[in-house]
Nanobody, 120 residues
Framework: QVQLVESGGGLVQAGGSLRLSCAAS????????LGWYRQGQGGRRELVAS???????NYGEPVKGRLTISRDIAKNTLYLQMNSLKPEDTAVYYC??????????????WGQGTQVTVSS
């Protein structure tokens, strides 16, 4: 069972920055897709950013130009650098890993989430 452990969330003022980390219990290059999703209070879970093996990096429209996804393969860790934060970025941020195994069975893992709160 793959484990994804997020960290780095917290309370920040509007315009500030945070860096989220997601430590995986296995080789992150094995995932077909690795990314960040978020869910605000009462809202649905939405894509923030993802790295796909074939298609590369993709960002959700609300965060383009402000948030940057990256990974450290040696540390099996995914990052999300969040700059110019806005109150509407307030949400629980989840690390996500998905793909197909060697038997073509789909897998999908979520982390436990980390809270990001941006005050105005």
């Amino acid at each position: 069972q793959v484990q994804l452990v997020e960290s780095g969330g917290g309370l920040v003022q509007a315009g500030g920055s945070l860096r989220l980390s997601c430590a995986a219990s296995t080789n992150i290059t094995s995932f077909g897709e690795l990314g960040w999703y978020r869910q605000g209070q009462g809202g649905r879970r939405e894509l923030v950013a993802s790295i796909k093996k074939v298609e590369g990096i993709n960002y959700g429209e609300p965060v383009k130009g402000r948030l940057t996804i990256s990974r450290d393969i040696a540390k099996n860790t995914l990052y999300l650098q969040m700059n110019s934060l806005k109150p509407e970025d307030t949400a629980v941020y989840y690390c996500d890993a998905r793909g197909f195994d060697e038997y073509a069975r789909e897998y999908h893992y979520w982390g436990q989430g980390t809270q990001v709160t941006v005050s105005s």
